[in-house]
């Protein structure tokens, strides 16, 4: 069987390092880049010993699949060309700016039978797939999620930036519809949402607190069940 050929979109914060996680993938050759600054995208091809795109038609005509790791404002339009080209997609989250974006890309790949998954990295996290061996049945669940700032990521805000991470969590945690939603935030210092807080309460009477921020002094990572 022959290996997929793979290629990243986008090399920038987040994309270099799709493009060194694809290098190392043994069921799959990573063949090439593809950027708007052609630049970048000739010292990556370079480095990896790889072709750099000068456009997307030219991806689609020698790959299989590709990472998206273009900003989110994008995502929309380069996914759905490369999808109706027939090429599988890896799409950084979060996925589109809205529902009905995510939607017809669900459409697209249905018709033309091409696979699209969202980077949702937090399932692969090793304390969470742990959990995959034991039956949960949480009643509270608190989440905190601080970063400091980093201009990357500012086109949306800091719940599809941060907090998607832990709403996709929770949703796999509690088998239960959601009941109720509660949630506040305000922009700090970028144009959108830079701090929030989300109470969701699940008609089995489980309650998840979550709380994002990309202003905070101190990172943190922290998940608890109860």
């Known amino acids: 069987m022959s290996k997929l050929k793979t290629a990243v979109v986008g090399v920038g914060a987040l994309g270099r390092h799709h493009l060194r996680w694809m290098s190392q993938l043994d069921d799959s050759e990573l063949v090439g880049v593809f950027d708007l600054d052609q630049k970048r995208c000739s010292e990556y091809a370079d480095e990896y010993k790889i072709k750099a795109f000068d456009s997307l038609a030219q991806l689609a005509d020698e790959v299989d699949a590709v990472s998206i790791v273009v900003p989110t404002t994008a995502h929309f339009e380069i996914a759905s060309h490369l999808i109706q080209e027939g090429v599988h997609c890896l799409i950084e989250k979060p996925v589109t700016l809205n529902l009905e974006q995510a939607q017809e890309l669900i459409t697209l790949a249905d018709k033309h039978n091409v696979k699209v998954t969202v980077g949702q990295i937090e399932r692969f996290n090793p304390a969470v797939a742990a959990l995959s061996k034991t039956e949960l049945k949480p009643s509270f669940i608190e989440a905190h999620r601080l970063a400091g700032f980093?201009?990357?990521?500012?086109?949306?805000?800091?719940?599809?930036?941060?907090?998607?991470?832990?709403?996709?969590?929770?949703?796999?945690?509690?088998?239960?519809?959601?009941?109720?939603?509660?949630?506040?935030?305000?922009?700090?210092?970028?144009?959108?949402?830079?701090?929030?807080?989300?109470?969701?309460?699940?008609?089995?009477?489980?309650?998840?607190?979550?709380?994002?921020?990309?202003?905070?002094?101190?990172?943190?990572?922290?998940?608890?069940?109860?």
């Open 150 to 226: 980093d201009p990357r990521g500012t086109d949306v805000a800091v719940i599809l930036d941060l907090m998607i991470h832990d709403i996709d969590l929770v949703l796999s945690f509690v088998d239960s519809p959601i009941k109720d939603i509660q949630a506040s935030g305000v922009a700090v210092i970028s144009d959108m949402i830079d701090i929030a807080n989300a109470r969701l309460t699940f008609e089995n009477g489980c309650v998840a607190n979550l709380t994002a921020s990309r202003i905070s002094l101190n990172p943190m990572r922290k998940l608890r069940l109860f």
